[in-house]
């Protein structure tokens, strides 16, 4: 296989998995405003759409930068090792997305490039070598990462919990069924805010990948990410939320807590200011994450009751998992190229 035909392969499975992202990740966007039956699913899978593209012309290109030189030393990654990072994320995101878990796309291309990395190393050096393909110094992305895992749900959470607590106040007065007229408008606003926060995000980690094939096969003389890169990844992820992400809809809509149209709007808001935040400090972040704990956050107001804390238990425990699973399946795809096609 020549370079350039690698290279193609390449780069359209990255959009294959931008792709999946897009509708493995719908939920995120627009669950909550599904729930609340503020828009019909095509209306909302529209709707978060085209805000997912049109946040390429909005943020800068750092979430790229760093998942494509952040987590793994650059010097010794291949194309090979970015297709089996890929199969990895791919793989592991359409369990979930069969399982109906809202686990993290995010996390499963780290857990995926990380994973293949340190085959290629375990395989090249020994494996008591193996984990010098990974920046784990303090200058590197994982520290903060990792703790971001807890942080960005928390962030969404209190975010959206002390945002329910200033409605209330403000509406003291009025009736739910008033309050939810507003809100019904309002929730639009936040739903473009939180799909706009998705695009900014996720589009930017496919387009860190693409820019490292780039940069690796030498098509690229420096780590910048190409504008036609920024567009292809968002267009990908785009057209993925138009494909919709049924089952995690109804996990994260209907089964994780009950809402209404103003605590729609509060999760939706909370979990936007969490992933913006992130995206601004060029941090790589789960939406779906944020998404999580900013709906248990207007769910916990009420009563802790309200919400279901065993679903919440699964949902965590898909989380924990998807990182060293995602890396297991990179792993494993890495050593079956390296002996099948000695790469």
């Known amino acids: 296989m020549t370079i350039f035909t690698l290279v193609v392969l390449l780069i359209s499975i990255a959009l294959v998995f ?50 494509g030189k952040g987590f793994v030393d650059l010097s010794l990654v291949t194309p090979y090792v970015i297709m089996a990072g890929l199969a990895g994320a791919i793989v592991w995101d359409l369990i979930t997305w069969w399982l109906g878990l809202p686990t993290s796309s995010s996390h499963a291309l780290i857990g995926g490039y990380a994973g293949a990395a340190i085959a290629r190393v375990g395989l090249l050096r020994g494996f008591g070598h193996s984990m010098e393909a990974l920046n784990l110094t303090s200058k590197g992305e994982w520290p903060f990462t990792l703790k971001m895992i807890i942080g960005a749900p928390l962030i969404g959470l209190v975010s959206a919990y002390v945002l329910m607590v200033v409605v209330y106040w403000l509406f003291r007065k009025s009736t739910p069924s008033k ?16 799909s706009l926060s998705h695009g900014s995000n996720d589009a930017q980690k496919t387009a860190g990948i693409i820019t490292s094939v780039l940069f690796t096969s030498r098509y690229l003389k420096t780590f910048d990410v190409p504008f036609w890169v920024l567009m292809a990844a968002h267009a990908a992820i785009a057209l993925g939320t138009m494909s919709g992400g049924w089952r995690i809809v109804r996990t994260m809509g209907g089964r994780l807590t009950r809402l209404k149209p103003r605590s729609g709007f509060c999760a939706e808001t909370g979990a936007a200011i969490s992933v913006l935040l992130s995206t601004y400090m060029g941090t790589p972040v789960s939406t779906t994450h944020a998404i999580a704990g900013a709906i248990v956050g207007v769910g916990s107001i009420q009563r802790m009751k309200a919400v279901r804390w065993g679903l919440a238990t699964d949902i965590i425990w898909a989380w924990v998992l998807t990182i060293p699973a995602a890396a297991t399946i990179a792993f494993l795809s890495f050593c079956l190229l390296h002996f099948a096609a000695g790469v």
């Open 179 to 194: 309050m939810d007229r507003y809100f019904r408008k309002l929730q639009l606003l936040s739903a473009a805010a939180f």
């Open 18 to 67: 931008d792709y999946i992202n897009g509708f493995h990740d719908a939920a995120n966007s627009i669950a909550t405003i599904v729930a609340t039956r503020v828009l019909t699913p095509f209306q909302a899978v529209v709707w978060a759409a085209f805000f997912n593209f049109v946040a390429a012309f909005v943020f800068g290109t750092a979430v790229a930068k760093t998942i």
